[in-house]
């Protein structure tokens, strides 16, 4: 079963724009993690924030964590083209790690 | 380095076949973990393997096995295919297990099943 949920399902945004997606999970994590799909294939490893951090910042990318309020955000800053894709929040604990349903993300040029 | 590669890339069975899916982990890498991704349901954990053996299991049922060689490449194999079994399988490798921070993703496996 999935542990996070995203939101929005889909989001369309004009290159420059920042783009902003929310992720909620349910149960105590090791750490969240942020990744991204273009169309259907593999994915690539964004950023990662662990369970005492509350904000990191990599390259055009900003994530938060709440712990007490079970959700995160990942920033994308100054958007291009080729951010279009589907982005996933996971959730690692000691067992396994669980993906929300993922953002899909489109910037128009 | 090279990275994660999955073999085949595209695979079309039949319901009632059988199917095996390849991966071979990044160089160094001893853990590896199996993903599938549905349209309906997501990306779901199958399993982990370590050292040759199963280590985690998601909530799949037993149709669904894989192993694990003795240089870290992995097989996962689904018996019996159903209609449902059509997705995209992902697989993760990472130097040790559980370390769900460090994951490195294939390209995945696209398998339809009719």
């Known amino acids: 079963s999935q542990q996070g949920e995203e939101d929005p399902q889909a989001l369309s945004i004009q290159e420059g724009e920042n783009a902003t997606m929310n992720c909620s999970y349910k149960?105590?994590?090791?750490?969240l993690q942020w990744y991204r799909q273009n169309s259907g294939r593999g994915l690539v490893h964004l950023i990662l924030?662990?369970?005492?951090?509350r904000e990191k910042h990599s390259g055009r990318l900003r994530v938060t964590l709440d712990t007490s309020k079970k959700s995160s955000s990942l920033l994308i800053t100054a958007s291009r083209a080729a951010d279009t894709a589907s982005y996933f929040c996971?959730?690692?604990?000691?067992?396994?790690?669980?993906f929300g349903a993922g953002t899909r993300l489109t910037v128009k040029p | 380095k090279a990275g994660v590669t999955q073999t085949p890339r595209y695979l079309i069975k039949t319901r009632g076949q059988q199917v095996t899916l390849s991966c071979s982990p990044i160089?160094?890498?001893?853990?590896v973990s199996w993903y599938q991704q549905t349209p309906g349901q997501g990306l779901q954990f199958l399993f982990e393997?370590?050292?040759?053996?199963?280590?985690n299991k998601g909530n799949f049922p037993g149709r669904f096995s894989g192993r694990q060689f003795s240089n870290s490449r992995s097989e996962m194999n689904v018996s019996t295919l159903e209609l449902g079994d059509s997705a995209l399988y992902l697989c993760?490798?990472?130097?040790?297990?559980?370390?769900?921070?460090?994951?490195?993703f294939g390209p995945g496996t696209r398998l339809t099943v009719t």
């Open positions: 149960t105590s994590i090791n750490n």
């Open positions: 993760a490798s990472s130097l040790e297990y559980r370390t769900w921070d460090e994951q490195y």
């Open positions: 160089s160094g890498h001893r853990s």
């Open positions: 924030i662990r369970s005492n951090e």
């Open positions: 996971a959730t690692g604990n000691n067992n396994d790690m669980r």
């Open positions: 393997y370590f050292s040759e053996t199963q280590r």
